[in-house]
T-cell receptor, first 112, second 118 residues
Framework: SQQGEEDPQALSIQEGENATMNCSYK?????LQWYRQNSGRGLVHLIL?????REKHSGRLRVTLDTSKKSSSLLITASRAADTASYFC????????????FGQGTELSVKP | DTEVTQTPKHLVMGMTNKKSLKCEQH?????MYWYKQKAKKPPELMFV???????INESVPSRFSPECPNSSLLNLHLHALQPEDSALYLC?????????????????FGPGTRLLVL
């Protein structure tokens, strides 16, 4: 079962703009991860945020986590055409039996 | 070497065929995973191997048979598949099994095998 809901499902922006994607989940988590998937390829890990962290940065990526609202957001600043991909959040939950549960994903299109 | 490799990249098979998907990693990871992904959907977990033993089977039909010959290799044997089994099959590995405890784990994914069942 997939517990994550992501919005928007699809996002289209111009190069240089910022892109924000949101993820909500249902159960208590140990950590939340974001992955990127280029069309028809494998997933690439972007960033992991622990349940006791509120914000994390990696290059042009900024992730926030609000455990009280069971939600996370991924911000990509100064987007590039190469950022065009699907983005998935995934939770490592306390009662998930060791499984990562993926959200439905956001399809990002960055136009040059 | 932070790479997970998968072969073949593409596979077309009939419903009576037997084929195998292969996955390999040389990162010393002790957990390996098989996922199935349909177009525009998230990956769905099929199997987890932990220290070469099957630890999770997500009620996958028996026409899919996983095998972990050693800590670096993971196979998925396919037999009598249905057209609805056509999908991207992804292999992943992590250093130790995602524990559900305080130990956080990143999964490293291979590029996938695109399977078409006719």
């Amino acid at each position: 079962s997939q517990q994550g809901e992501e919005d928007p499902q699809a996002l289209s922006i111009q190069e240089g703009e910022n892109a924000t994607m949101n993820c909500s989940y249902k159960t208590s988590i140990n950590n939340l991860q974001w992955y990127r998937q280029n069309s028809g390829r494998g997933l690439v890990h972007l960033i992991l945020i622990r349940s006791n962290e509120r914000e994390k940065h990696s290059g042009r990526l900024r992730v926030t986590l609000d455990t009280s609202k069971k939600s996370s957001s991924l911000l990509i600043t100064a987007s590039r055409a190469a950022d065009t991909a699907s983005y998935f959040c995934a939770t490592d939950g306390r009662n998930q039996g060791g499984k990562l549960i993926f959200g439905q994903g956001t399809e990002l299109s960055v136009k040059p | 070497d932070t790479e997970v490799t998968q072969t073949p990249k593409h596979l077309v098979m009939g419903m009576t065929n037997k084929k195998s998907l292969k996955c390999e990693q040389h990162m010393g990871h002790r957990a390996m995973y098989w996922y199935k992904q349909k177009a525009k959907k998230p990956p769905e977990l099929m199997f987890v191997y932990s220290y070469e033993k099957l630890s999770i089977n997500e009620s996958v039909p028996s026409r899919f048979s996983p095998e972990c010959p050693n800590s670096s290799l993971l196979n998925l044997h396919l037999h009598a598949l249905q057209p609805e089994d056509s999908a991207l099959y992804l292999c992943a590995s992590s250093q130790t099994p995602t524990s559900g405890g305080a130990f956080q784990e990143t999964q490293y994914f291979g590029p996938g095998t695109r399977l078409l069942v006719l």
